[in-house]
């Protein structure tokens, strides 16, 4: 029985199939299918023994997306493209035509540099769900396509609209050159299947539990470690989606990297009764995603006694709100401070986070609770700036007042515990705190008691503690301690890119609060982001709010704006009446935004800006168009 099928939708291209088996004398068998029938007589064939498939356009994209067997599609070369862009010039009967290729994903290679060299401006219009061919081929002809080249279903649709239309043929060269893919990419199935067995007896001599996961993260093959450690049958396991073993929500470091296809180590993860050191590790073929290898060490058990006690005091409100799926930005800067804030949240360094007054820092705070292995055990934040320092010493060390007859250490035991300007703390409090950090315990409120305490530290401070401690204001051994880990958050003025959409969510959030729905014109927008905002984002929150209460209409323009923004300072005091330097362009909606952005990073090229967001020329045209950047 043969192992490589080629199926083909024409007569021309069967008989083409054929001419070519019998030349090379490959084990290979031609069918002649429509779109109709493919499925059901491929996955005849494979019950049969069949093992790769070589296919084009519509046979290939069905066979991708509803079986799981390997398809290697024909892709026309470019002699083949060349001969088709001539045959359509010839056809339009003009010097320089417009030619639409049209068809599905990976048929074709670039035409640019021969559509320059045969004088005709060639085109691509890929089909894919949700987009159908009739959709794509209307889109050609609008776009003034003298010829249409493609399959027989974008030429039925073309007729109709009165446009000449060439099929897309293929030569020999392209078939030979996919059957010689399909004979590597089966000899690599069948070499795979030969070292299944090896690898498995490698894998279940390894200490660590060790699961191949599919791209989608369900589980594909486990050793006995991992029966072991996760409690469960190789036969339970297989199938069981990773998220349904472990204890991982979409912001942890596993679920990050198994999104960006990136590997990471050193992660710690648990499930209700144990808790694992993981490692993982992405597997690219040629650039596809084969899946992940997630080993897994025990790391210890978890105390079921104390867990509930944790759990208690969570349920009380010591928890964090927020998460890093909530935190929008499109900042290459804030982007790449929440990647570092991920990776930290995995370890049980404390952590220093710097930034202006009204800067996002508690937020950040909460993420790097909520992405830990203390994510959820209690949160506890005190505002030392709120505080005199006998109220600062008695919540830290001797009574929260909460009730509990706890301080700070003891409700937030296997918790996170959060100083809100820790500069505001006294010498006095200084010197207790280290002493707290240093013995890892703390005196219980009867005075007589050691309490051992096990607490992650996160500091926030709008002063600069090195500056500090030069100055005798901060203890030198606490600022080394706290500072261990170290998070700026750089104000609202150097990413002033997300201004837009924190405005738009602002807005919208009083317009649900006072039911009270405001526009804010484009000329006010402009106004607004080129406000500088010392007060950061907390600022520009409180600007919203009242900006929403005392609007007259449904919507307000520049004089408005201006009458209520913020007061300016110089560093020195002085007072601004307008910022002088000159107002950047008012941004509708994020993704003018994003294409700003692309812009002033990779120039206006269309052929890198296209690659670096991921669309088409055509696309990128369009929305260039549509925000006057064209």
Known sequence: MAKILVVTPTQQMFEQAQEVVNETQLDVKPLLVSSDTVLELVLRERENGAAVVVARGNHAHLLKSETGIPVVEIVLSGQELALLIA??????????????????????????????????DVQIYYAAPPINMSVVVDKACNDGADVVVGGELAMKYARKKGVKTLFLESTKESMLTALSTAKRVLYGIELESSKTNEFMSLLNYSFDAILKLKPDGRVAIVNYMAEKLLHKRASELIGMNIADLLDIGQDSAIAQAMEKRKSAYSIVVRTKRDAFIANIASLSVDGANEGFILSLQEFKRIDEMEETIRSDRYNRGYRAKTSFSQLNTISPRIQELHEDALQYAQYELPILITGEFGSNMIPLAECIHNAGIRSKNPYVVMDLSALSPAMQEAQLLRDAGDGQGKNLFEIAHNGTLVLESVDMLDIQGQYQLLSVIRKGCVIHADGRRMLPVNVRLICTTCKDLYTLVRQGRFLEPLYAYVSQLELSVPPLREHAEDIPQLLE???????????????????????????????????????????????????????????????????????????????????????????????DQVGTSRGELAGHLGISKTTLWRKMKKYGLA
């Open 505 to 599: 969510e602002f807005m919208a959030r009083f317009a649900g609060k006072y039911r009270k729905f405001v526009i804010i014109r484009p000329e006010a927008q402009a106004l607004i982001h080129a406000h500088p905002w010392n007060g950061d984002i907390l600022q520009l929150r409180l600007f919203c709010e009242k900006i929403t209460l005392l609007a007259r209409g449904k919507e307000v323009d520049e004089d408005f704006v201006k009458k209520h923004l913020p007061r300016t300072f110089h560093e020195d005091g002085e007072l601004l009446s307008q910022r002088e330097n000159k107002v950047p362009p008012v941004l509708y909606s994020r993704e003018e935004a994003e294409l700003l952005a692309a812009i």
């Open 87 to 120: 045959r359509a010039k010839e056809m339009s009967g003009k010097d320089y035509p417009q030619i639409a290729l049209v068809g599905f994903r990976h048929m074709f290679s670039n035409p640019e540099p021969l559509a320059q060299l045969l004088k005709a």
